[in-house]
């Protein structure tokens, strides 16, 4: 069984800082694509930013230039890194990997999420 478990959400002032971890645990033989998701309420889930297994890195025009994505393929962990925060980031924040396991298909796994405050 496959576990993706996110950590570093929080509250935080407007012009701040998070780093958010997620790290994939399980018989995991490797991992392809790593992404982080974030839902506002009453929002549908969207895109952030994702990063493949050789390091390509793609952000949502509202991120670019404020978020950085990154992972250690070691430790099977996806790192955001989140700077000059705006109230309008302020959702609940998903881990996404795409695993293939030991034994078995290709699956796309989520977290369970971390929530991201921004005040204002």
């Known amino acids: 069984q496959v576990q993706l478990v996110e950590s570093g959400g929080g509250l935080v002032q407007a012009g701040g800082s998070l780093r958010l971890s997620c790290v994939a645990s399980?018989?995991?033989?490797?991992?392809?694509?790593m992404g982080w998701y974030r839902q506002a309420p009453g929002k549908q889930r969207e895109l952030v930013a994702d990063?493949?297994?050789?390091?390509?890195?793609n952000y949502a025009d509202s991120v670019k230039g404020r978020f950085t994505i990154s992972r250690d393929t070691a430790k099977n962990t996806v790192y955001l890194q989140m700077n000059s925060l705006k109230s309008e980031d302020t959702a609940v924040y998903y881990c996404?990997?795409?695993?293939?396991?030991?034994?078995?298909?290709?699956?796309?796994?989520w977290g369970q999420g971390t929530q991201v405050t921004v005040s204002s």
């Open positions: 996404k990997a795409r695993i293939l396991q030991v034994t078995g298909p290709v699956y796309n796994y």
């Open positions: 399980g018989r995991i033989f490797s991992i392809d694509v």
């Open positions: 990063i493949t297994s050789g390091g390509t890195t």
